[in-house]
């Protein structure tokens, strides 16, 4: 068995990788029978991800003033 990287931005993943992990994850688990729909969640799954992650940059930004 071997760990997947962990998918932040601190480690360099980018929205295409962290897109396309997600969308691997959600295949193996049949989670979404149609392709386009598979990449609509996946798509929706990073962008939630990279927003969550610039919402901490920028609250750590400001305390840090």
């Known amino acids: ?11 360099g993943v980018t ?4 897109r396309e992990q ?3 994850r959600l295949k193996e688990r049949d989670a979404i029978a149609d392709d386009s729909e598979l990449f609509g ?5 990073a962008k939630v991800r990279g927003l969550k992650w610039w ?5 750590f ?4 003033m």
């Open 22 to 24: 997600i969308k691997r």
């Open 1 to 11: 068995m071997v760990k997947q990287t962990v998918m932040t931005s601190v480690y």
């Open 41 to 45: 969640a996946a798509c929706y799954a």
């Open 55 to 59: 919402c901490f940059k920028y609250t």
């Open 61 to 64: 930004s400001l305390l840090s």
């Open 15 to 18: 929205y295409i990788g962290a």
